[in-house]
């Protein structure tokens, strides 16, 4: 499986019969939804941004702090790891989608965030 350019090995093991088909009104299962948006089929691949301010960098799935790269008034260039943040035993790197300024950063390491969390405002 490849995700984000990185390859992985994987191994699936069937557990049952055929297909599962659910009701017409049944809402599909919630299982993209639950995918880190950055992941997401179509996806850019970038780090998930507030719609209403694309300087905003937010976390795109739940975890902890380990590393933060950047402070207040630092010039980033798109695609320089701002923040690593472990999820599942993994760390992911958190890019800056665009360049400019850091005028915030709203995290600490060690802290612990949501999906969605604001961790950094560039300008």
Sequence with gaps: MTVNGEVYDVEV?????????????????????????????????????????AGTVNSPMPGVINQVNVKI?????AGDVLFILEAMKMENPIKADIA?????????????VNSGDPLAVIA
């Design 13 to 53: 093991e069937e557990i049952g019969g055929g297909p599962v088909f659910l009701p017409p009104q049944m809402p599909t299962p919630a299982l993209v939804a639950t995918v880190p948006p950055k992941m997401m089929p179509g996806s850019s691949g970038k780090p998930a941004l507030l719609q209403d301010d």
């Design 73 to 77: 008034g630092d010039q980033v260039n």
């Design 100 to 112: 400019g300024v850091v005028k915030e950063v709203r995290v600490n390491k060690g802290q612990a």
